[in-house]
Nanobody, 122 residues
């Protein structure tokens, strides 16, 4: 299972970006998906998560500004980020709790993308 993020970049405060994450491989199903971020010198933290049925969880620091969504048929995860602030600057990672079939049995594991840089200037 591979996760590939895209959509990062540099914006000024108040701007918007939309991150995308594409999942590929012999995926049987994907349960929870989420976006995490890691700023320099800080630990990786959850930004938002979404269940396969659409239930979402968004941390307080981005609530009302960021929206997480997914397209199960396309195996895509999105993060719409509005009203960006300098403190949102970080590498953003896609995460998925996915099950794949090896041809003989099912394997469930936790997967991460390579990350995409988001830089917000004041």
């Amino acid at each position: 299972v591979q996760l590939v993020e895209s959509g990062g970049g540099s914006v000024q405060a108040g701007g918007s970006l939309r991150l995308s994450c594409a999942a590929s491989g012999p995926i049987f199903k994907i349960d929870t998906m989420g976006w995490y971020r890691q700023a320099p010198g800080k630990e990786r933290e959850l930004v938002a998560s979404i269940e396969s049925g659409g239930s979402t969880n968004t941390v307080d620091s981005v609530k009302g500004r960021f929206t997480i969504s997914r397209d199960n048929a396309k195996k895509m995860l999105y993060l719409q980020m509005n009203s960006l602030r300098p403190e949102d600057t970080a590498v953003y990672y896609c995460n998925a709790d996915a099950t794949y079939h090896t041809g003989s049995y099912y394997v469930r594991d936790d997967y991460w993308g390579q990350g995409t840089q988001v830089t917000v200037s004041s």
